[in-house]
């Protein structure tokens, strides 16, 4: 196990663990806080949907001295007709220019599935889907995460549910700007786990690590998760699993909760870094 973190230096909060939060209060209220990693959810940077443009998104993040490593997020490529699929790839390519815009280092992808076509359909149009995008990712200088989700996210979210089948699509389309965004929330169960880090670290796809917690008695399958420490997964094991392959990025926190939106967004921010600083 590693040795605690007592520094934030390595510290990234995605802007959706604070969704009620404009990029704006989010970029100030991380930086009075020590914080200065933030992956940034692209309804933030959606005009229509209430944000700032990518271009102001770029000036606010580099006047305040940010990092950004992600756009989160891309994906969703399968689709049950061509014309759907075109619209994907389509989509992932303008996300990627976003990403090139305010200067993340990557795009994290939700890959997607559609209910009742088998997985193994969904994961070779996932597959063709990425293929599509690289060229354009390698030019803009943005690398592709592909983000396993937990498999109760099978039928509909995501058909790459273990490190496995991520490793699958990165050792068949054989690129640099490919990788894998391990995220503890949706690997920690996995008996291979261990193993999979090892070898996304040999085969440098190891591009993100995020985390949170499962509470063990989870209200929603979506938006019910927990601070670090909150619920039952060992967070400084997996971390030092990651950080044993050289691994030096960010420890990106990301979570979803009904019940901490709820909250004062500053009093629930001095939760995340004392979590972050004793329970990652
Ligand atoms: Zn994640």
Redesign the pocket.
């Known amino acids: 196990m590693p040795a605690p973190i007592e520094d934030l230096s390595r510290c990234a909060i995605h802007t959706f663990t604070n969704k009620p939060w404009s990029l704006r209060q989010c970029i100030d209220s991380y930086q009075a806080a020590g914080v200065s990693g933030i992956s940034i959810w692209r309804n933030v940077i959606t005009p229509s949907e209430g944000g700032v443009t990518p271009e102001e998104a770029a000036s606010m993040l580099s006047d305040a001295g940010f990092s950004v490593p992600a756009l989160v997020r891309g994906g969703f490529f399968p689709a049950d007709e061509d014309g759907k699929r075109q619209s994907a790839i389509d989509e992932n390519l303008r996300c990627i220019d976003e990403a090139k815009a305010i200067g993340a280092e990557m795009v994290v992808l939700v890959v997607g599935t559609v209910p009742g076509m088998p997985l193994a359909e969904a994961r070779r149009q996932t597959a063709e889907g990425i293929a599509a995008c690289l060229e354009h990712a390698t030019a803009c200088n943005v690398k592709l995460a592909i983000?396993p989700l937990h498999p109760m996210y099978a039928a509909d979210r995501s058909c790459i549910n273990r490190m496995a089948e991520a490793r699958e699509i990165c050792e068949a389309l054989q690129n640099p700007m490919l990788g894998i965004?391990v995220?503890v929330y949706h690997v920690w169960w996995d008996a291979d786990l261990q193993w999979e880090i090892d070898v996304a670290g040999e085969q440098g796809t190891l591009f993100a690590f995020?985390v949170c917690d499962w509470r063990v008695e989870t209200r929603s399958m979506l938006t019910d998760r927990g601070l670090m420490g909150e619920g039952c997964i060992d967070i400084p094991t997996i971390r030092g699993w990651v950080e044993d392959t050289g691994f030096r990025g960010y420890n990106e926190v990301?979570i979803f909760s009904e019940d901490y939106w709820a909250m004062d967004q500053n009093e629930y921010l001095q939760k995340i870094v004392q979590a972050y600083q004793q329970s990652v």
């Open positions: 983000e965004a995220d995020h990301e």
